[in-house]
């Protein structure tokens, strides 16, 4: 039973359920059930806690002999297989058209890895195949038309953008055109704490649109991803060198991703959430654009915790008068 192996992993480590839980960033209690079997973990909460004790303490990858899939991958990826079969496109061309590697085009028909609604969203661009249709089978493998007033609703927060073995489809919101863009998607707010929803301004269901090709600058609402679990947080960037003695730095500017991180790369700048709330330097954040094309930052891949995901832009509740509160 995977609670005696779980209590078996923890007192092996000598940790508490209530570290794990923070860990795992989900309520003791649901740890407890586990353990007593009185609730078994989601696929992909599963996957994570195997990775856990896999990565961070060299457990032998028996130790919870579970045999999984990450959740709703599977069927996913034999359908991207059928419809490249299908199609008699080569497996290669199809990886260059969507900018990833070969081998990790062959793990997600394969099934090995978690497949992101981002990931989706692009497939259906580039192909015109339905991303409703590879998530649940249901409806046309191919669509004549993409809408374009409806920006998707890929995640939520915290449980990220990846596949769920429970999604039947990819949810969109309707929305004015001077708000449609491919960089832009929704992200449900869920389950934010009392303080995080008072100091951001935000409430449980509400839908944040989120620009992933923005750069942001001081005291901007930005989304980050944990690169281990791949769940999300929402933070707010403070640059502190204009709020302290150092001297002041020139406002970085949204329009210009490649330089958002490049004037902060050797500094302690922070991104918290709240005042008292941990601290997160911005050299522990993984920014595509300043990685890629920056050496000094590129030698600080493995040392990022976090991925940038992009800035919030609007609220749902509130787009429609174009006022953010951010």
């Not at 249709?133 to 990220?160: A, H, M, T």
């Not at 790369?265 to 922070?270: A, G």
């Not at 941990?278 to 040392?303: F, G, M, S």
């Amino acid at each position: 039973m995977f609670g005696k192996k779980l209590r078996a992993a923890l007192k092996k480590i000598g940790m508490k359920q209530i570290a794990f839980a923070g860990i795992l960033k989900i309520h003791p209690n649901t740890i407890n059930n586990y353990i007593k079997g009185r609730q078994n973990p989601e696929v992909d909460k599963k996957a994570m806690i195997i990775r856990y004790f896999e990565e961070n303490h060299a457990f032998d990858s028996g130790f919870f002999d579970e045999k999984f899939t990450p959740a709703g991958t599977a069927d996913v990826g034999k359908r991207i297989g059928i419809f490249i079969d299908f199609s008699k496109k080569n497996i290669s061309e199809v990886a260059v058209d969507l900018n990833i590697a070969e081998e990790e085009l062959n793990k997600i028909i394969a099934g090995e890895v978690f497949i992101d609604k981002r990931f989706l969203i692009l497939f259906e661009k580039k192909f015109n195949v339905n991303k409703n249709w590879l998530i649940s089978g249901n409806g046309p493998r191919i669509i004549d038309k993409i809408d374009q007033g409806v920006i998707s609703i890929i995640g939520e927060v915290p449980s990220g953008t990846y596949v769920r073995d429970t999604d039947l489809k990819i949810e969109t919101i309707e929305v004015l055109p001077r708000f449609v863009s491919e960089n832009l998607f929704g992200l449900k707010c869920g389950a934010l704490s009392r303080r995080e929803s008072e100091y951001l301004g935000m409430k449980p269901k509400d839908v944040i649109f989120i620009d992933a090709n923005a750069g942001f600058k001081d005291e901007d609402v930005i989304v980050l991803e944990d690169r281990k679990d791949r769940s999300l947080i929402i933070k707010k960037f403070y640059n502190t060198a204009r709020k302290s003695h150092r001297p002041k730095k020139k406002p970085l500017e949204n329009s210009d991703s490649d330089n958002v991180l490049s004037e902060l790369s050797e500094s302690e700048d922070e991104l918290q959430l709240f005042p008292e709330s941990p601290l997160i330097t911005i050299n522990q954040v993984y920014v595509e654009p300043c990685h890629r094309k920056n050496k000094a930052w590129a030698r600080k891949i493995d040392e990022s915790i976090y991925k940038y995901i992009g800035k919030v832009i609007y609220l749902s509740r509130d787009y429609n008068e174009n006022e953010s509160g951010f």
